[in-house]
């Protein structure tokens, strides 16, 4: 994506997402047929700042469902600043239910003294390089933040493993797609990837609860 296109626009509003919809769906075949079978999705956005990595690393090789009950309880205990995570410690983390691993990545990010301020006026390829610096980021988890927290329009988490269960169900492929073909793929996206990433959940879910999965 161009920069003149990311310094006008950001997946902040419906409106923006109506926009890159309408794009997807004039120049692709499948997201023109979950653009007319489906809602809109949802905006899928989230504060910029700590809690919203923290959460991105809760949801790390967990389910859903795990995922939502351990963040339940980090914000219940008020964990969702560098400060209090540090204060927490082990135990206050363990209490929580996270695991030994994103224990570490929990405190090791606190203590960071990252500038999430700042990642807002970065390139999208310097936002994911920034964020991969830091223990237990993967791209995946950059990219989920990059989107969700930031609202740039043109990011496609390839690793996620629904997008690219999705992809295969929207595209009748023989196999799902792993993360560098389905990085591949979403090119023809471009510049709207995190709306097509939005779409492909939204067609995710409709599929899995339509065959009692979910």
Do not use: C
């Not at 120049?27 to 700042?49: E, F, N, T, V, Y």
């Not at 791209?139 to 690219?164: F, H, K, M, N, V």
């Amino acid at each position: 994506m161009g920069l003149g296109l990311r310094a006008m626009i950001l997946l902040e509003s419906e409106a923006v997402l109506a926009q890159g919809v309408a794009w997807l769906a004039d120049h692709d075949a499948g997201m023109a047929q979950i653009a007319a079978s489906l809602p809109l999705p949802p905006l899928r956005r989230k504060p910029q700042g700590f809690a919203s990595l923290l959460n991105a690393i809760t949801g790390q090789q967990v389910s859903t469902a795990s995922a939502a009950a351990i963040w339940g309880r980090i914000e219940a205990a008020g964990l969702i600043t560098p400060e209090a995570v540090l204060l927490a410690g082990e135990d206050g983390l363990r209490a929580v239910g996270l695991s030994r691993p994103k224990i570490r990545y929990a405190l090791a990010i606190a203590a960071s003294g990252l500038d999430f301020a700042s990642l807002a006026d970065l390139p999208d390829e310097e936002v994911i390089a920034r964020l991969v610096a830091l223990p237990g980021i993967g791209r995946w988890s950059a990219e989920i933040y990059a989107t969700t927290a930031l609202g740039r329009p043109d990011i496609l988490p390839a690793g996620d493993l629904a997008l690219q269960e999705a992809a295969r169900l929207l595209y009748r492929l023989d196999a799902r797609p792993k993360e560098l073909a389905f990085r591949a793929m979403g090119q023809a996206w471009s510049p709207w990837r995190g709306v097509a990433a939005r779409l492909l959940w939204s067609f995710y879910r409709a599929e899995t609860n339509k065959e009692g999965l979910a």
